[in-house]
């Protein structure tokens, strides 16, 4: 594998339900995103992790929790989701450099998504 | 605050006609800029870069120049295909505590043959 991997690439999922998405980064970054892309809708910044501390939770509903247990896999538990929850969830890593160090271009590279359905 | 601001889509062209996608940001700081493409059905993938005012990023065909002085990053090709049908999205990168991106809204372009 290559890249940024995400899986399931389609979830159904009704409102009582409880279900995980999973990335996996094979690029040895250091930092790892979720965002929430809905039709219609800018995409949105959800949770950052650098370095596996979370450094970003853009006022997301408690429904929806991160996980990074290392550099390289993120989660996303999802639990009492709504049908506004419906939505392409992408994930995406990049290197962040540390201060003193030669200077970013601050790009992120992103997974295929996982279609979340809730029904 | 910092942001960006593309032109509104559908853009529809046919075959072989010259493409351009207006993006322009307002960034405190020395911003990178990105245009990102999104096929149907998949992620977002980076087409171009550029780290500094006056540095053109290219790929596939397709260019963009960092303009400072208008703060414009506009996307370019000079011959569309079908397979270019996408949504094109500009960025501009910077640090806030780790890497972050600021998207604009996305263009969408339907290339007929």
């Known amino acids: 594998e290559t890249g940024v991997t995400q899986t399931p690439r389609h979830l159904v999922m009704g409102m009582t339900n409880k279900k995980s998405l999973k990335c996996e980064q094979h690029?040895?970054?250091?930092?790892m995103y979720w965002y929430k892309q809905s039709a219609k809708k800018p995409l949105e910044l959800m949770f950052v992790?650098?370095?596996?501390?979370?450094?970003e939770n853009n006022s997301v509903p408690s429904r929806f929790s991160p996980e990074c247990p290392n550099s390289s896999h993120l989660f996303l538990h999802l639990h009492t989701l709504q049908p506004e929850d419906s939505a392409l969830y992408l994930c995406a890593s990049s290197q962040d450099f540390e201060a003193g160090a030669l200077l970013s271009s601050y790009e992120q590279y992103f997974g295929p998504g996982t279609r979340l359905t809730v029904t | 605050g910092d942001s960006v601001t593309q032109m509104e889509g559908p853009v529809t062209l046919s075959e072989e006609a010259f493409l351009t996608i207006n993006c322009t940001y307002t960034?405190?700081?020395?911003?990178?800029l990105f245009w990102y493409v999104q096929y149907p059905g998949e992620g977002l993938q980076l087409l171009l870069k550029a780290t500094k005012a006056d540095d053109k990023g290219s790929n596939k065909g397709f260019e963009a120049t960092y303009r400072k002085e208008t703060t414009s990053f506009h996307l370019e090709k000079g011959s569309v295909q079908v397979s270019d049908s996408a949504v094109y999205f500009c960025?501009?990168?910077?640090?806030?505590?780790?890497?972050?991106?600021?998207f604009g809204a996305g263009t969408r372009l339907a290339v007929h043959p």
């Open positions: 960025a501009l990168g910077f640090s806030g505590g780790y890497n972050k991106l600021i």
């Open positions: 992790y650098s370095l596996e501390e979370r450094v």
């Open positions: 960034a405190t700081g020395y911003p990178s």
């Open positions: 690029l040895g970054h250091n930092a």
